[in-house]
């Protein structure tokens, strides 16, 4: 659904990723573990167009985006969960919703209507403030919001980034309950995470980045397992 | 003393009439640094070319039927096309302007000279093909001279009554646009953090140019109002009109709608009462101790928040 091939992305001088390589296959979690710099944001923005590689490709249902603007690359079904939430705070929970589903503005009403409805049902929370500002709410919810926000623009492809930052233990399983119950619903998700443990407990497959390269990839449960992958990569002990 | 409170109610009515036309330039100062975080020091000068457009639709008008010009139907006539043209003159000013230099990451410098260098362009502009000496608002005929009322010994003209309406009421079309719309939705989205709004789908650079064009179409249509009250325009009254509009955004929150409002109401009203309590003479100069005092003590405005709120610059 997803490749990347050898993709090299600068910031100004400074090479941020060194030839990466993935691919997401329709209906997967895969995760993307790596340390601060490693290049995780990178690789999400190079996806979103935000950042434009220098070299290598993108492409996404066999089509290139590397080179679209990053509005085409959310029309043709790709959404984001920032790190960080980053809800448009001084709008209120609603009109996040709305501006999630801009890509989808000519639809007909009772489509959005729907959809609306269900990202209320997977976040009962978010129709009670639906009519206050964003900025107002605490960190999970801004984080349902986040995802919220990402669904109304009914993606095939979920790209989330960082969802454990800064939530208690208890809200970062409920949010990643929550990632596998959109993922059943057909959503494939690639999601970027510092906590290894957790997103490799849902995720199928993953890969670990180091320093813009790509040090391992393998089955979830194998990551897991590989002792010298979690020392080297996750920094555990 | 009983002189001076006698002309006080005279002078507030006449800060409320510039006061509110204050605000309607400030909105385009202030909409501007909402997307873009810059000072568009050529609104001015698209302030000026509003008056002129409007002069001009006057002008032509007067030629083909003299007598029997209505306010109602010629006003339309002359803030339309005004609005329209510096709309489309910010909207130009911005794309071959600024954005080729925000658009290569210059830092925020570079836009606000080039801005600076638009407005000595286009004050030169209108200098040569206009000419340099002032031009006469035929305004008695549209609004003569019978046409006002006293109101507890003030005087009111129906100008001033127009002005104050049609300034409202693009206020308040402005903040229905900007509330309700995708359009207003998306200009918000893009001031509040410009790489989610694209993340969104929003085409940015197009927002940004709407944008100018919604706070030039309003300069333009100051630029009508401030032609017909004061009865002469020339080629450099956008210099401190919009200086002016510029401590009125500042005095109010410089990014917040609401605060162009209430600081050119505000900015009208002060200047009123140092007419009347130090000397007409010193009129400019209360005005720009006001913007110094805001940027000393208040620099963030009424309205405007800290800069340790901004996410981003």
């Known amino acids: 659904m997803l490749k990347l091939s050898e993709v090299v992305t600068y910031y100004g001088p400074i090479m941020a990723l060194k030839g990466v390589s993935l691919e997401v296959n329709a209906g997967e979690i895969v995760c993307l573990l790596g340390g601060n710099a490693s290049g995780k944001s990178t690789t999400m923005k190079t996806i979103l167009g935000l950042v434009r590689p220098r070299t290598g490709s993108v492409s996404f249902e066999g089509e290139r985006i590397d080179g679209l603007l990053t509005g085409e690359v959310v029309r043709r079904g790709i959404a984001l969960v920032p790190e960080a939430r980053r809800v448009f705070g001084r709008m209120t929970v609603w009109e996040n919703l709305v501006m999630g589903s801009y890509v989808r503005r000519h639809e007909p009403k009772d489509e959005l209507d729907r959809d609306m409805e269900r990202v209320y049902g997977l976040f009962p929370r978010l129709r009670e403030r639906a009519t206050q500002y964003a900025g107002t709410l605490s960190g999970g919810e801004q984080q349902m919001l986040a995802i919220g926000r990402a669904l109304m623009a009914r993606p095939r492809l979920l790209l989330m980034d960082e969802p454990s930052m800064g939530l208690s233990p208890a809200l970062v399983d409920q949010v990643f309950d929550i990632i596998q119950a959109i993922n059943r619903q057909g959503t494939t998700i690639l999601v970027v995470e510092q906590n290894a443990t957790v997103a490799l407990s849902i995720a199928h497959r993953g890969y670990v980045l180091q320093n813009g390269q790509m040090v391992a990839s393998d089955s979830a449960a194998a990551l897991l397992k590989a002792d010298d992958v979690r020392r080297a990569y996750l920094g555990e002990e | 003393m009983s002189d001076i409170l006698a002309i006080l109610p005279q002078q507030l009515v006449f800060g409320l009439a510039l006061g509110t036309v204050y605000g309607l330039i400030a909105l385009g100062y202030t909409m501007v640094y909402g997307v873009l975080f810059m000072i568009n020091f050529a609104h001015g000068e698209v302030f000026m070319i ?62 606000l000279i080039s801005a600076v260098g638009a407005s000595i362009f286009l004050q030169n502009a209108v200098m040569l093909t206009q000419g340099a000496r002032m031009k006469v608002y035929m305004a008695n005929f549209l609004f003569p001279r019978t046409w006002r009322f006293s109101i507890f010994g003030v005087n009111v003209s129906v100008l001033m009554i127009v002005m104050i309406v049609v300034s409202v009421l693009l206020m308040w079309a402005l903040v229905v646009l900007v509330q309700r719309t995708t359009l207003g939705r998306s200009i918000r989205a893009v001031s509040e953090d410009r790489e989610m709004a694209a993340v969104m789908g929003i085409n940015v650079g197009r927002v940004v140019g709407m944008t100018f064009f919604l706070g030039s179409a309003l300069g333009g249509a100051a630029g009508v109002l401030i032609g017909l009250y004061y009865t002469q325009i020339d080629f450099v009254m956008g210099y401190s009109a919009g200086l002016k509009a510029f401590t009125a955004a500042v005095l109010g929150g410089i990014g917040n709608i609401k605060g162009a409002m209430v600081g050119g109401l505000l900015l009208g009203v002060i200047e009123s009462l140092a007419v009347t309590f130090i000397n007409p003479a010193f009129k400019d100069v209360v005005t720009f101790a006001v913007l110094i005092l805001t940027l000393v003590f208040k620099p963030e405005g009424i309205f405007g928040e800290s800069l340790a709120d901004w996410k981003k610059v």
């Open chain 2, 50 to 111: 509003g008056a002129y457009v409007g002069w001009g639709v006057l002008a032509v008008l007067l030629d083909w039927s003299v007598g029997g010009l209505h306010p109602i139907w010629v006003l339309p006539l002359m803030l339309i096309p005004a609005m329209a043209f510096c709309g489309g003159l910010g909207m130009t000013l911005e794309r071959f302007a600024y954005r080729p230099l925000y658009a290569r990451g210059a830092t925020r410098l570079g836009p």
